[in-house]
């Protein structure tokens, strides 16, 4: 299992390329099932869960082929609808192709979905929307097995009983192919909702009210394959970000989008950041400088979109291990979402938690230990918070990162950070 070595300590200051969103990426790819001509992505990241997916689509007879950041998707050999417990097991979005084969293909066999142990996250949400749209479902086995009665959905109105992303995206594929208008309520309003149904659009699909707490779809006969740019990853981007606040460096992202990204921007400038956005031929940049200075604490509470994401919640944690003052981080979209909080201790931090409470003492520094991922985002948590310690910090079972973050030993050193990659027993 490997690890990384990182020898922190060092000045962070650099510039980094931020890729493609895995969270854009995965629905994107899914919702590519619904095309009936050859159908290409681009800016697409080389990530585990991307590897994944596409094994998985593959496996259904879909012609599906990456080469760099280019996907192409051809459904015309599609022969299954099975997705199997032995690929699903590791990654919750193989539920992101139940609804485009029910509304392609009028049946869907789909593994209960895996993935970062960091809450329940049922997929009972994304069963409601299948069922309003008129699917038939049942959980058999450990599988959602699902038919269309007649061979086509019906539009018909879904109110999630909570903000979902997956069950958002996933009734927002169903609904472009049934017939009639579907209504999503209490839709769930992230970019990443937005990038999808900026792609279906491309691809035919009559949607309105992405990135609002109501969508409208009126659905169509077919859908047509089209070429798409994956919208860049923002948490990548703050995860990278944040690197300048724990160091009082500098780090400049490139090919970013700042829009997507305001409520952590906002608490950068409040920790004492300079935040400095630039667009130079259609490319964003974003430059954090701490200009040497030890950030200020903040609190934050994990709220869906626009709210401040429960993605970036570890590595504010880190950062506020180091920040003058003592801060509050409250979690509230996912239980069991602390587990880093541990880790953070055995480097000395000093974070007390109280349920979804964490209460964070800044410390002056922190020292060297071997810790271990415990899911994605907590693993960055752990890499930003070992490149502010002199000495050597060894991460255990990082494959968690390999799932969100690409390339990240060429990131962190183009910033000034020294880490290297171990295989171990």
Do not use: W
């Amino acid at each position: 299992m490997d690890r990384f070595i990182i020898e922190g300590g060092y000045p962070i200051d650099g510039t980094v390329r931020i890729s493609g969103a895995k969270n854009a990426a995965l629905p994107l790819l899914s919702g590519a099932i619904l095309a009936s001509t050859p159908l290409t992505l681009t800016n697409v990241p080389s990530l585990k869960d991307v590897h994944t997916l596409i094994e998985l689509i593959a496996g259904m007879g879909v012609t599906i082929t990456k080469t760099g950041d280019t996907v192409h998707v051809d459904n015309s050999t599609h022969n299954s609808c099975f997705a199997p417990y032995e690929l699903v097991k590791t990654m919750r979005a193989s539920i992101f192709v139940l609804g485009p084969l029910l509304a392609r293909f009028g049946e869907a066999q789909v593994s209960l979905p895996g993935g970062c142990a960091i809450g329940s996250r049922p997929v009972d949400q994304h069963l409601k929307a299948m069922e309003a749209l008129g699917a038939q479902i049942t959980v058999e086995n450990g599988y959602v097995i699902g038919t269309v009665p007649g061979g086509r959905l019906k539009g018909g109105s879904i109110n999630f009983d909570m903000v979902t992303v997956g069950g958002t995206e996933n009734a927002l594929m169903a609904a472009s192919l049934a017939e009639g208008v579907t209504i999503i309520d209490n839709a769930a309003r992230e970019p990443e909702i937005i990038d999808l149904a900026r792609m279906l659009t491309a691809m035919g699909a009559k949607i309105e009210g992405a990135g609002t707490a109501r969508i409208t779809v009126q659905g169509v006969e077919s859908l047509s394959g089209c070429e798409y740019s994956v919208c860049p990853d923002r948490i990548e981007t703050g995860s990278y970000l944040a690197a300048a606040l724990m160091s009082g460096g500098r780090v400049k992202a490139t090919h970013t989008d700042s829009s997507q990204l305001e409520p952590v921007l906002h608490k950068f400038e409040e920790m004492g950041a300079e935040v400095t956005i630039a667009k130079e031929s259609d490319v964003e940049t974003i430059e954090v400088n701490m200009h040497g200075k030890r950030a200020k604490a903040v609190s934050v509470r994990t709220l869906p979109h626009p709210g401040f994401p429960t993605d970036m919640q570890a590595q504010f944690m880190a950062i506020n291990t180091l920040a003058e003052g003592t801060s509050t981080i409250i979690e509230t979209i996912f239980e069991n979402r602390f587990m880093h909080a541990p880790e953070l201790t055995r480097l000395g931090a000093d974070i007390q938690i109280d349920g979804h409470t964490a209460v964070v003492r800044g410390v002056e520094k922190l020292s060297a230990a071997q810790v271990m991922a415990t899911d994605l985002r907590a693993s960055m948590s752990l890499v930003l918070a070992a490149l502010t310690i002199e000495g050597k910090t060894q991460i255990d079972r990082i494959y968690h990162i390999d799932r969100g973050y690409e390339l990240l030993e060429e990131k962190v050193r183009a910033i000034g950070g020294r880490i290297t990659r171990e295989s171990g027993a």
